[in-house]
Nanobody
Framework: VQLQASGGGLVQAGGSLRLSCAAS????????MSWYRQPPGKQREFLAI???????TYADSVKGRFTISRDNAKNTVYLEMNSLKPEDTAVYYC??????WGQGTQVTVSS
């Protein structure tokens, strides 16, 4: 397994979750990593990207609520999600800059 996402679940609106994505060293080291999500019945959308040097860029829809970070010693990228809304309900995916996708983790936000 190249990318393994985890941390999804059911949370009430206003709550928080932290997603993790563990990667093999060959696709993580010195490479940017990103998070996407796919809401039910919709296309997959970009959320955030973090460079190898931890510089981050966010989609407007999550800016100020979500934080991407990485632990290079653990080959892991994180997505801290705060102030969650029902419209954040989706399958969340991590992706390496080289094109590998994780298997996705379901996040459900109840109103």
């Amino acid at each position: 397994v190249q990318l393994q996402a985890s941390g999804g679940g059911l949370v009430q609106a206003g709550g928080s979750l932290r997603l993790s994505c563990a990667a093999s060293g060959s696709i993580f080291s010195n490479k940017a990593m990103s998070w996407y999500r796919q809401p039910p019945g919709k296309q997959r959308e970009f959320l955030a990207i973090i460079s190898s040097g931890s510089s981050a860029t966010y989609a407007d829809s999550v800016k100020g609520r979500f934080t991407i970070s990485r632990d290079n010693a653990k080959n892991t990228v994180y997505l801290e999600m705060n102030s969650l809304k029902p419209e954040d309900t989706a399958v969340y995916y991590c992706k390496s800059i080289t094109g590998y996708w994780g298997q996705g983790t379901q996040v459900t936000v109840s109103s």
